[in-house]
């Protein structure tokens, strides 16, 4: 089942299964307990993330293709980094290049993990039990800070807007993530091509490490590592500049768009 997080025509917050026309099936219950489709249709005025995470999880270097364009060595065990939850944006809300940091501006298409119920130390065979449900993820992400100025990844990938994410969650009992494309397109071209069976760390690895580090709160979200062809590898490099339209698509999922505009 596809849920939608959005504004209806009258400001309310809702849940809904989207359908076609921009309308969603109201969804009465809560996220993370027992809920029911309607039969209530309402219009989406406003997507909103789908999720409202207590945690953002980030996860470098997954894919080994990816590893090796940056000239970096494929980890022995997951790379871990947080991403301010202040950076969450929704579908169709715009990327904002920061002021202090515009040039170097760079997308990361990504499967996210949402976590449905409190996990900790969870083995790899019951993981996925503590999975709620997917989305798309855009990891965005300021190179110059992260390569050069700041040598961390903070605050280059913690600015606000730096972590679309929606357009909805696709729940665990209806999506696959051990085969699914993962593609992101700039202004219509192609840039990423990947699939989630390349990862080097699979979902229920990663839920399972994160869980041995840190207690996993319901909605807590997981961006899984992003596959080769970003923007900073390339020659010349690629950056976001204002103007741009960002796609992020995750077979089975849907597409994530967002335009890019100047801080």
């Known amino acids: 089942m596809k849920i939608a997080r959005f504004e209806d025509d009258q400001g309310n917050v809702c849940l809904g299964e989207p359908t076609a026309d921009g309308l969603a099936r109201l969804i009465e219950g809560d996220l993370f307990g027992p809920k029911q489709v309607t039969d209530v249709e309402v219009k989406i005025t406003r997507l909103m993330p789908p999720v409202k995470p207590p945690n953002i999880f980030g996860i470098g270097l997954n894919y080994q293709a990816h590893a090796a364009e940056g000239g970096r060595k494929v980890p ?7 991403k301010a939850t202040s950076s969450l944006l929704a579908a169709g809300d715009p990327i904002c290049l920061p002021p202090s940091a ?3 501006v760079d997308l990361e298409a990504e499967l996210g993990i949402v976590i449905g119920r409190t996990a900790k130390r969870v083995s790899k065979t ?8 997917y989305t798309c993820v855009n990891d965005v992400s300021a190179r110059d800070c992260q390569k050069r100025r700041d040598k961390q990844w903070s ?3 913690g600015f ?4 679309p994410v929606g357009p909805w969650l696709v729940t665990a009992d209806a999506f696959d993530p051990s ?7 700039l202004n219509g071209q192609s840039m990423q091509r990947g699939n989630t069976r390349d990862m080097i760390f699979d979902c ?5 490490y994160l869980s041995h580090q840190f207690t996993l709160l319901p909605g807590t979200l997981i961006c899984t590592g992003t596959p080769a062809g970003v923007g900073f590898a390339r020659v010349p490099p690629i950056f ?3 103007g741009d339209q960002v796609e992020i698509r995750v077979e089975g999922i849907g597409t994530l768009a967002n335009p890019v505009i100047a801080g």
């Open 155 to 157: 605050r280059a990938k």
């Open 76 to 82: 022995d065990e997951p790379l871990v980094f947080l």
């Open 179 to 185: 085969e699914a494309g993962v593609e992101s397109d």
């Open 204 to 208: 229920a690895t990663l839920i399972s």
């Open 102 to 104: 515009p040039d170097e």
């Open 240 to 242: 976001l500049k204002s």
């Open 126 to 133: 019951n993981a996925l039990d503590f999975c709620l449900g």
């Open 160 to 163: 606000d807007t730096f972590c």
